[in-house]
């Protein structure tokens, strides 16, 4: 079945740089968009960035665009999220989400790497 | 305008009906999916498109459009559909994918 498992995340102080993971497994990722959302500890889910399908584009939300970065490797159905110049706003839980049936539904989540970012 | 925008807390009784919606401008282009979330987990998508339910989700839950609102309906509320909902969408005008801000259901 479907299963993404993401990884990565931890304790870092403003200014630094991490970079998640996500595994997937049960599809392959070189046919699906991937998703990165998070989750302020409290708040609701914000939409991080979009990698579409044929690898060709990326987008990302306002308060990560030009620090953030998505990736993939299709050998190995990894996805990842380089997130450099950390603020403590950032802080969040980071969730993969397969995009299915259209692009910007997702339709299968992992459970989330934490990451906290403070000095 | 690219937000979407929930109640943040819906009350209902336990085997009533309750609609939780989701009002936006995109909405009048683009249908919302709904997602479902538990504390402690992560979403679970319970409705996509004009109104679809991915296997294992039971059938009732159902949603449906008008102009610019979606709604996710809950016909005969259980007390395992307690939750927080999130509809989420896409902007108009560019490819950024938007979330309402959530509503908290209680079942009462």
């Known amino acids: 079945q479907v299963q993404l498992m993401e990884s990565g995340g931890g304790v870092v102080q403003p200014g630094r740089s991490l970079r998640l993971s996500c595994a997937a497994s049960?599809?392959?990722?070189?046919?699906?968009?991937m998703h990165w959302v998070r989750q302020a500890p409290g708040k609701g889910l914000e939409w991080v960035s979009v990698l579409w399908e044929d690898g060709s584009k990326t987008h990302y939300g306002d308060s990560v665009n030009g620090r953030f970065t998505v990736s993939r490797d299709i050998a190995r159905d990894m996805l990842f999220l380089q997130m450099n110049d950390l603020r403590v706003e950032d802080t969040a839980v980071y969730f993969c989400?397969?995009?299915?049936?259209?692009?910007?539904?997702?339709?299968?989540w992992g459970q989330g790497t934490l990451v906290a970012v403070s000095s | 305008s690219s937000e979407l925008t929930q109640d943040p807390a819906v009350s209902v009784a336990l085997g009533q009906t309750v609609k939780i919606t989701c009002q936006g401008d995109s909405l009048r282009r683009f249908f919302a999916s709904w997602y479902q979330q538990k504390p402690g987990q992560a979403p679970v998508i319970v409705i996509y498109g004009k109104n679809n339910r991915p296997s294992g989700i039971p059938d009732r839950f159902s949603g449906s459009n008008s102009r610019n609102t979606s709604s996710l309906t809950i016909t005969g509320a259980q007390a395992e559909d307690e939750a927080d909902y999130y509809c989420n969408s896409r902007d108009s005008t560019n490819n950024h994918v938007l979330f309402g801000g959530g509503t908290k259901l209680t079942v009462l």
């Open positions: 989400a397969r995009a299915g049936g259209s692009w910007y539904y997702l339709d299968y």
């Open positions: 049960g599809f392959r990722m070189k046919d699906y968009g």
